[in-house]
């Protein structure tokens, strides 16, 4: 008995100093696709940008492009199909479009839509800002510089008042997510104006799915 009481004591009068050992989880690669894909290198106004996903498994979406519950109108709920002729496409068809664009492809021209004032929270690389209102003749946008913008950006020709659309680049649009009415006002125009539907691409999900799957977002 003396002696378990002996055992005792000496256990509570020592002081015993148990250290800490900090365990960090090992982050696991974040590739793009099945095939391996883990990057995209594209040209961003004259300078090389690497899309990839975030590599910090604990990641947390941008506010910026967090936000839900907009008003409806205007911010409805955009269809899978916006007209007839006109491809919906995801992620990784966006980012083929822009590496054949950035690997020298001008037949290509990837359209961000948005206003200046969405645009400055980021947007896709290698993406050519295009707000909606330059092509909506309801907004103060005049013939003459919907005209310029035709022939000068989309590669349409005038012959006898009339436009030819044989040349035209492939338009891949976006906006801000699947509630986003700008790129849809934009293709639904150049509709309206004659050009072909089958050169207009459309990637629905925007900055609001391409935020979510952590791929690089280049600002101002």
């Known amino acids: 008995m003396n002696l378990v009481k002996s055992f005792v004591s000496a256990i509570l009068g020592t002081t015993i ?15 793009i696709g099945f095939g391996g894909l ?21 990641a947390m979406v941008d506010p ?3 936000k839900t519950s907009r008003a409806c109108p205007p911010f409805c709920i955009q ?12 992620e990784i068809e966006m980012l083929d479009y822009l590496a054949q664009m950035s690997g020298g492809d001008d037949s290509i021209m990837v359209i961000d839509s948005r206003t200046p004032n969405w645009v400055e929270r980021g947007q896709i690389p290698g993406a050519v800002n295009l707000p909606w209102t330059l092509l909506n003749t309801a907004k ?18 005038q012959f006898d008042g009339l ?14 997510g699947m509630w986003c009415g700008q790129s849809p006002a934009n293709i639904k125009a150049l509709l309206d104006f ?11 999900g925007g900055m609001q799915n391409w935020a979510n799957l952590g791929l690089t977002i280049v600002k101002p």
């Open 64 to 66: 910026s492009f967090a």
């Open 79 to 90: 269809p899978i199909s916006l007209a007839p002729g006109v491809d919906t496409i995801g």
């Open 17 to 31: 100093v148990i250290t800490a050992v900090s365990v960090q989880a090992e982050s696991k690669p974040v590739g």
């Open 163 to 176: 436009w030819k659309f044989g040349a035209v680049k492939t338009l891949v649009m976006y906006c801000n």
């Open 194 to 204: 004659g050009y072909p539907a089958h050169k207009i691409k459309w990637y629905r």
């Open 38 to 58: 883990t990057e995209v290198a594209v040209k961003h106004k004259g300078k090389t940008v690497v899309i990839k996903r975030n590599q910090n498994n604990d």
């Open 140 to 157: 103060g946008a005049d013939p003459i510089s919907i005209g310029e913008i035709m022939e000068n950006e989309f590669g349409a020709t």
